[in-house]
């Protein structure tokens, strides 16, 4: 009996029961948010290969299979799966297989069930394994780009320090951390890589995403503290130009959509008044709306993140950012701006905050000639105001 064509009739119905299962298993969260056509991926390729490898007139069709299962394995690293969601995907796939064509099956004769069994184990395995090695090759890839960029940031963070001694212990305490994790589990990575093969390589992924989330984090600490370090050398330049304020606003609510998803928060925007022909720096007015709303997410647990813009007069107009966080407490708020600010509470600092979002804030805010207001209280939220100028003056060169 040819089985092949059976699962060839029912691809699409296995895809689809494939797609919810991976949905329903609470074990792979990183599909959470994702659409039908980003979780299919390139699985219908590899229900085609298996296809042609159960015909019987037809040849196998391995070439097929690897460049699919290659595919999956790259997509799913950018779409920031681990190596045990990517398993837990083919364990339902395998599952799903079996229960869409077990009737087809129970005709066959005993030696087409052991065939039909055999060959799809087999494909399926293969699948698995070329997933992970592409997998893990992305991931490597990505640990090498960040070495990179770590080593170069780290050559401009020497001559900053060189050049401004301020803030040194603060900045060392900070960096200490992630770091030591960075070298110690790199250290680790390498020796056991050394040492094994090829196939002991995927055991090593959880040291590999420990590196990458702690690299991401020392990256992030050192892009903000060049940010102020640049604005306090006087580097930034304006670029100004005519500005329409709501769509850098939808840019913004686009770019940290998934950050509020995560945490089922509701981003709200009212640009019904928006600020017609505005001339300013379109790029640090974004950076100022990124940090503000980026800020009240990280400090939000529940219900939403409202933005408002409208005109006050002919020179000024104003942003508003809201949330519904867990709030400043008065002593703090007047220093929320300074550099490495601590508040008090445990609850108001969180292990990925640099401390320094706030800063860039008031620092660009001043340079486009604006003032920032502050309203807070804690347990109820915070309410950022921004007042910018309508119309900064262009320089000629």
């Known amino acids: 009996m040819d089985f092949s064509q059976v699962l060839a009739d029912q691809s699409d119905n296995i895809i689809a029961k494939w797609v919810i299962a991976v949905r329903q298993d609470k074990q792979i969260e990183s599909a959470d948010n994702l659409s039908f056509s980003a979780i299919k991926n390139h699985i219908p390729y590899i229900l085609k290969a298996l296809v042609t490898v159960l015909s019987i007139s037809d040849s196998n069709d391995f070439k097929s299979i690897v460049n699919a299962s290659w595919e999956h394995g790259l997509i799913r690293a950018s779409q920031g799966f681990n190596s045990e969601e990517i398993a837990r995907e083919y364990h339902q796939l395998r599952v799903v297989i079996y229960d869409v064509i077990e009737e087809d099956l129970l005709q066959g004769t005993s030696k087409d069930i052991i065939r039909a069994f055999r060959l799809i184990n087999t494909v399926l395995d293969e699948a698995i394994a070329q ?40 900045l060392t305490h900070d960096l200490k951390q992630p770091l030591t994790s960075i070298i110690g589990y790199s250290d680790l990575f390498l020796r056991q890589h050394r040492k094994s093969d090829k196939k002991e390589t995927y055991h090593n992924i959880e040291h590999i995403e420990r590196v990458l989330r702690n690299g991401r984090q020392l990256l992030r600490l050192i892009n903000d503290l060049l940010e102020v370090s640049r604005h306090e050398a006087g580097k930034i330049k304006l670029e100004l130009a005519a500005t329409d304020v709501c769509e850098i606003i939808s840019n913004v609510c686009e770019i940290l959509e998934p950050l509020a998803a995560e945490k089922e928060l509701v981003l709200v925007v009212n640009c019904q008044q928006e600020p017609q022909k505005i001339i300013t720096d379109a790029f640090q007015l974004q950076q100022i709306l990124i940090n503000i709303v980026s800020n009240a997410i990280r400090y939000t647990e529940s219900g939403s993140i409202k933005i408002t813009c409208h005109l006050l007069d002919d020179q000024k107009w104003e942003f508003i950012v809201s949330d519904t966080g867990i709030g400043i407490a008065p002593e703090n708020q007047k220093q929320i701006f300074e550099p490495y600010f601590r508040c008090a509470s445990e609850k108001s600092h969180l292990p990925d905050s640099s401390g320094l979002g706030l800063t860039i804030v008031s620092q660009l805010v001043k340079l486009l000639k604006g003032e920032i207001k502050l309203v807070s209280q804690v347990g109820v939220g915070s309410t950022f105001t921004v007042i910018l100028p309508s119309q900064m003056e262009i320089k000629e060169s």
Request: charged fraction near 25%.
């Open 131 to 170: 997933c992970f090695h592409s997998y893990v090759d992305e991931r490597l890839r990505e640990l090498a780009h960040l070495h990179n960029t770590l080593t170069l940031h780290n050559r401009e963070l020497t001559r900053l320090i060189n050049a401004n001694r301020d803030n040194l212990s603060l």
